[in-house]
């Protein structure tokens, strides 16, 4: 059985178990990897760093620049480039601004400490950034996704390329999860 046929049958709850299941898995494998590619497991928090400038400068503004352009390319495209096999929107749509908030905030942390802060770190930009890519498999066949995914990767990737702060791109990542949740759960604000 093909995966978009598995979530076509799983209630809109099983989903959102599997989907904090994936992001528990992430920040554990993060924890292992660390183990083995960091002197010290405590390595990684050399890249928290709390300047709110740079939070905001790096991580805020690009967040909005990329929901932004994401609203305009769904305004200009079919509906159907965007069809993720409305995964998001059963995870997101009537869901209390405070889930969406939490949801984010673990998806952005989970996935940002294993791809940056983890593997960012050890094997380079182009590899963290691809491979982030290749684990939101479900846009492998869709091209408008994955060119945004890919270059959503790309951009968050160099934003810690540039400031070597983990929190940058954990809020950079939050930002587009929250914000991209909230016009799902509230789609007529993006028609605003």
Known sequence: MKQSEIIKIMSAEELKKQLLLSQFLFLFIGFILSIFLFNKLTDWFIYINWDINEIVYYGVIPGL?????????????????????????????????????????????????????????????????????????????????????????????????????????IIAHFTVDFLSGLLIRFPKWGAL
């Open 65 to 169: 620049i990329i929901v932004f352009i994401d609203i305009l390319l769904m305004i200009v495209l079919p509906k159907r480039y965007y069809d993720d096999g409305g995964i998001n929107e059963r995870i997101f749509k009537n869901q209390s601004i405070a889930y969406i908030f939490i949801l984010s905030l673990v998806v952005a942390i989970s996935e940002e400490v294993l791809f940056r802060g983890v593997i960012q770190t050890t094997f380079g930009y182009v590899f963290a950034s691809v491979l982030f890519a290749l684990v939101h498999f479900r846009y492998l066949k869709k091209p408008v996704l994955l060119v945004s995914v890919l270059f959503v990767s790309f951009y968050i990737g160099y934003m810690f390329e540039i400031t070597g702060n983990l929190l940058v791109t």
